[in-house]
């Protein structure tokens, strides 16, 4: 038996981890799981109700759990709270409780939607990065860090700070994915600057040796923002700290142009936490619009890493690649004058598909 | 009189620069400038003859000086260096010593060259934007800094800071901007994460009342980094602390698909310095294949802002129009199979078309 956790959160949450729910709930049928899924409150949802962003009772299911599903978090309805009460505290908080260190997101053209990529087509047609992105160090998290008045000025801080261990567990995330991929890693800083990812490019070059098989290059973050959109398909998986990883791997999932089909995996020495790399899109909550197939896709590397099940995870992407073959779309991926189908009908189709 | 500094620095400095001096020469006779032109050494070429990237000469050069030209700096001969004597230093305690808080970074679309642009045509077709890049605070310059062994473990920090004066007098320059643009001012930060930027939003939002023309908006670096490539021409002037800027940038830049026609100028209360935003790209240099004309531009932006002469800046400008609507194009411009000339029979053709 194992435990998930269910946190749907904000905005279009609910409705795409619903959808997500019909594909596990088949699966684990199908496949003999013997699951106990259990909901949760984070984020918004967690504040309206109990005004914390991650109660103590949210945290204790996670800390059981196996491993976690999350749907998205925030809105403009909690903007004006002050920061230790704003829905993303929620996701920070879960993410260094568990400590998830390492965040995978791929960014992976899907062929059927090769025409939604803002790039030219020749640009795009191979792509498949994996960004790995460490998640619980770095300036999200250092201390010192403050807002202040200084002799009558404000000023404020953040401090960027690694230690050689906390480098050391991500890059061994990174070049083992590289193992199972196509062996380039390329690990990301700023050594011509700062003093914290000249260290990092140190950690990272010294583990190089155990990795034989895997080619290491280094690249500034500056650099890897310009190759990203000049030549995307160089890159196979992308070595990032929590910082820089924020905003490259955002800026890797724009180039497939189908945000709404990107999953992500937070993963710690036990277990995981799965989510879509899009947002809440309040704007169209609750109205059956939006695009569940990054949280099927989330489920699926769930599947893969907590639960063990290659089978499974590469059967729910399977589907997903077969409603996409069938032409379903929702509104997010249809071009123009494609027919559009609801996120609850999209959860059904992958469910037949399986 | 004015006094030129002129840095060609490293790499395909040296050669850009002699085609925009060609230009800069030019324009001083016609327009009776009577510009004193010094050239002094930076980066790499300064560590080889006085171990130092900004030898205390070529500082006071610079500061005696209206303006300053400036090449690129670096190259992998330099790459084994301790951090201080890296060529990187030099252009860092230039802009530190000069106080050249403002980077201005245009990254604008040349309609002759839109087919080298990675996106897709009518994504890009529109896009002008302005960079307007906070450049002396921040991480970069941000103390305590450090890399330490504590307890036989070793870690390293930088510290991210901002004071409310810092960012004041870079917003007013982005407000000031917008107000001679179309008046669409983006701020960027991570406000629901760094205190530093939260501070940041804060600032700029105070001032926002003294630009009632301006309509002000603000967006997390990640989204901003995703804007960029999915819709870049909602964007008009783009506001930045230094970290973010290097990377909204440089991804900016590369929309354009032409880097190397792209200047910038860096501001402060007095002179300005003024260089192309591409780097000293080792592996052509001394060939006569580089382009002149980011350098060629950024010699239009002193004029038209250390030397107040709009008029032959916009001339300038024209004239770079005018070689690439005859088709002259260096080797990165050009498409295949169009002709292309050197970088001094390029400096030669802007002389002529002015
Ligand atoms: C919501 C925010 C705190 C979060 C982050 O910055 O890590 C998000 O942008 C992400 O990438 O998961
Ligand atoms: C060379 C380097 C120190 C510099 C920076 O990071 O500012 C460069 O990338 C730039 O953007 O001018």
Redesign the interface.
Known sequence: MKKIAIFPGDGIGPEIVDAARLVLDAVDQAADLNLQCTDGLVGGAALDAADDPLPEASLQLAMAADAVILGAVGGPRWDGLP?AK?P?QGL?RLRKHLDLFANLRPAQIFPQLLSAS???PE?VRDVDILVVRELTGD??F?EP???EV?DG?????????????EIRRIAHVAFKAAQGRRKQLCSVD?A?????T??WR??VTELAAEYPDVHLSHMY???A??Q????PSQFDVLLTGN??G??????A???T?S?GMLPSASLGEGRGMYEPIHGSAPDIAGQDKANPLATILSVAMMLRHSLGNELWAQRVETAVHKVLDEGLRTADIAAAGEAVIGTRAMGHAVVKAL
């Open positions: 920061p704003r993303e920070l803002p790039l030219r640009l300036i999200y250092g860090r403050a807002a200084v000025k404000r000023r404020a801080y953040n401090t960027m700070v690694y230690d050689e261990d700023k011509n600057v700062l003093e914290t000249r260290l140190e950690v973050v500056d650099n923002a310009m990203l959109v000049r030549a910082m820089f924020d905003i490259l791997s955002d800026e999932s724009q180039l142009g945000i």
